[in-house]
């Protein structure tokens, strides 16, 4: 088993080239088995920034902009009805 501390791995600010590889990796691969990810992709990443990376910045379904009147209403009514707990509004259908 290879030491992890004696590999050399890279962070910071991901560039252009890796998020293309990562994109492609995940087209052919699919999501899952993270751990296979950075090796399989070519990345000096972590399995962990790759994970990060995919689902929060590059994952095609993630919707970017300003959400619609009734988005709004209902993170109102939410935010009545829970008060400043930790609403996942996500986990709620519209």
Same mark, same amino acid.
């Given at each position: 088993?290879?030491?992890?501390?004696?590999?050399?791995?890279r962070?910071?600010?991901?560039?252009?080239?890796?998020?293309?590889?990562?994109r492609?990796?995940i087209?052919?691969?699919?999501?899952?088995?993270?751990?296979? +990810?950075?090796?399989?992709?070519?990345?000096? /990443?972590?399995?962990?920034?790759?994970r990060?990376?995919?689902? &929060? %910045?590059?994952?095609?379904?993630?919707?970017?902009?300003?959400?619609?009147?009734?988005e +709004?209403?209902?993170?109102?009514?939410l935010? /009545?009805?829970?008060?400043?707990r930790?609403?996942?509004?996500? &986990? %709620?259908?519209?």
């Amino acid at each position: 088993m290879k030491n992890v501390s004696a590999l050399k791995l890279r962070k910071g600010a991901w560039s252009s080239d890796e998020d293309a590889l990562l994109r492609e990796c995940i087209h052919l691969y699919g999501e899952g088995k993270w751990h296979l +990810v950075p090796q399989r992709a070519g990345l000096d /990443r972590c399995r962990k920034s790759c994970r990060l990376r995919w689902l &929060n %910045y590059l994952r095609p379904t993630i919707r970017r902009g300003d959400s619609s009147a009734d988005e +709004v209403d209902l993170m109102m009514r939410l935010h /009545r009805l829970l008060g400043n707990r930790q609403a996942h509004p996500a &986990n %709620y259908e519209l």
